[in-house]
């Protein structure tokens, strides 16, 4: 199964996900969006879909018209792994 970050890593890799907050139990990050309309935001979900697809990791999100909000997690592990590094890098890459 994949590995959990732990607390001596999890400082360090946040830094760089500067837009990112973690939660109260660590256990994921989240992040809004707000985006010009409807268009752009749901044009910027289906590449972090197709993404997500790929890698076979999916983030937990909602979109209100040009509001996408996205937390990210494995469910798997119970916690924060690579998987959502990797995934929230690529995000902020797009976003
Ligand atoms: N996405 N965020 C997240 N966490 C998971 O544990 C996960 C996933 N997408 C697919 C997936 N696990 C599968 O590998 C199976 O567990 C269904």
Redesign the pocket.
Known sequence: MIKKLTTDELPKLLAELKHWQLSADSSSIHRSFKFADFNEAFGFMTRVAIKAQEM????EWSNVYSQVDIT??????KGLTDRDITLARFIDSIA
């Open positions: 076979d990791h999916h983030p990210l997690s494995t469910h798997t592990a």
